[in-house]
């Protein structure tokens, strides 16, 4: 009798342990798609007040090109460094600053009284990003051991970022019409003040690793490689291509790309391990992320542009516009782990990047008063086939490296895919700086032949079994 009531007593906190701990486990995954989901807001909410900051700050494409690329390459180039640091310093710590950081800078986009201070912030907020993104991979990494389960966290991790993207327009455009647009970067106070409690209260911290070092000076160079080119592709498009500064700025970028280069092959601790992309998955995932972003979002800039600044709708209505587009990726990133399950992972990457491309394709029939209707079905194929794509390219990037290095390897993903982010939109805006219709043909071209070497890629590189 004893025995059994000693085996009771030890059962009760047992089963309450286990209880808490799955708890626990679905609360950081709450907070890390929190932590993305804030992340990806910016990327809608700003684009939908373009036009509103645009009229309040002054300045034509170039300086929204600036509003939005500040942000993208402060999260390209530092990305890598904040992955390394979370494997250094533990990931819960860092991702908690970055967390922090990025609702402080949120609150100086709102109080800008100007363009130039605007674009500071925005940097800020874009290093914020950076740290946000691969350290919520790499606690999910930990807090989900399991290969199958993790693919699932992973999916609901891009599903919340997703719901940010649908909600972002929406919320932004009703946001702009009816107080003004410095309120879409207030929006992000709570959410962030929410983020810090969860992971402060249920995440727990991941193996730190002393011996990893930063590497400032490849830090460097990649800020200044990725800022020149960026800045030669956007003042291109404004100044032309032959202006002296735009060609300086272009040799500036390959010179500060190949001193990276360099100095990441003789430093012991590399910001970007090159030996990384000696395996095929890896290397494969990390160039697909940069290609499709290419695409998706030099388009998400230029579509903004052209609802409002050539059909002339309000905030309002091009934020309504984006919600089929945006909201059609949410429930596809639920179904890509299933669809992955049963295709296979390159499989369901190969039909997400043809199905986007086939979208873009579709909408080359665009001009001056297109009626919405025409050109949904095609909005909502590309965001679709995105939806498709990302959770099995991020799982198995994941899945390609041993977990000591799962901080890295999410920030090489994610530095791949925020540096075609990148260039999409210095590329696709500089193309509609000009001509905006026929700039924007060429978008659509552009980005469905990225699509479609995307594809080619996965298919060529693809296992027998899929």
């Not at 909408?363 to 909502?380: K, N």
Request: hydrophobic share 55%; net charge positive.
């Amino acid at each position: 009798m004893r025995t059994n009531i000693a085996n009771t007593n030890i059962d009760y906190p047992s089963s309450g342990n286990a209880q808490r701990s799955r708890l626990a486990t679905s609360l950081t995954l709450a907070a890390m798609s929190l932590g993305y989901g804030v992340v990806q807001l910016d990327v809608t909410i700003v684009n939908t007040a373009l036009h509103a900051m645009g009229t309040a700050l002054g300045g034509g494409v170039a300086e929204l090109q600036w509003v939005v690329s500040a942000y993208t390459i402060a999260f390209a180039a530092f990305i890598l460094t904040a992955g390394a640091l979370g494997d250094r310093i533990g990931a819960k710590r860092v991702f908690m600053a970055g967390f922090a950081l990025f609702t402080a800078a949120s609150l100086a986009c709102a109080l800008s009284p100007n363009a130039s201070v605007l674009i500071g912030a925005r940097l800020i907020q874009g290093l914020a990003a950076a740290i946000l993104v691969p350290n919520s991979l790499a606690l999910l990494n930990h807090a989900y051991p399991d290969e199958k389960q993790r693919g699932r966290a992973v999916a609901v991790w891009a599903a919340g970022a997703s719901l940010a993207l649908t909600a972002g327009p929406f919320v932004g455009g009703g946001l702009i019409t009816l107080i003004g647009w410095r309120t879409i970067f207030l929006v992000n106070l709570p959410i962030g003040l929410v983020g810090l409690w969860l992971t402060w209260r249920y995440t727990d911290e991941t193996t730190r690793s002393r011996a990893r070092e930063i590497d400032l000076a490849g830090q460097c160079a990649a800020i200044g490689a990725l800022g020149a080119l960026a800045g030669a592709i956007i003042e291109g498009g404004a100044i032309g291509w032959r202006h002296p500064a735009v060609i300086a700025a272009f040799v500036a970028a390959a010179v500060l790309a190949v001193l990276f280069v360099w100095r990441e092959q003789r430093t012991a601790q590399p910001m970007l391990p090159l030996s990384l992309f000696g395996n095929r998955l890896f290397a494969l995932t990390s160039v697909v992320g940069l290609l499709v972003n290419v695409a998706i979002y030099g388009l998400i800039f230029v579509l903004s542009l052209y609802f409002q600044e050539v059909n002339g709708l309000s905030a309002w209505w091009t934020g309504l516009a984006f919600v089929p587009m945006m909201g059609a990726v949410l429930p596809v990133n639920l179904l890509a782990p299933r669809v992955s399950e049963r295709i296979g992972a390159f499989r369901t990457m190969i039909v997400g990047a043809c199905v986007s491309a086939l979208g873009c394709l579709g909408m080359l029939g665009m001009a001056p008063g297109t009626s919405y209707w025409a050109i949904a079905v095609q909005m909502i194929a590309i965001s679709g086939g995105l939806g498709l794509l990302v959770p099995p390219l991020t799982s198995t990037l994941l899945g390609s490296v041993e977990k000591a290095r799962s901080g890295i390897a999410a920030g090489v993903l994610n530095a791949t895919r925020q540096t075609g982010s990148v260039l999409g939109v210095a590329l696709f805006g500089s193309l509609v700086a000009g001509s905006f219709m026929t700039g924007l043909h060429a978008s659509l071209i552009i980005a469905a032949v990225v699509l479609l070497l995307a594809a080619t890629a996965i298919w060529r590189s693809a296992p027998a079994d899929g």
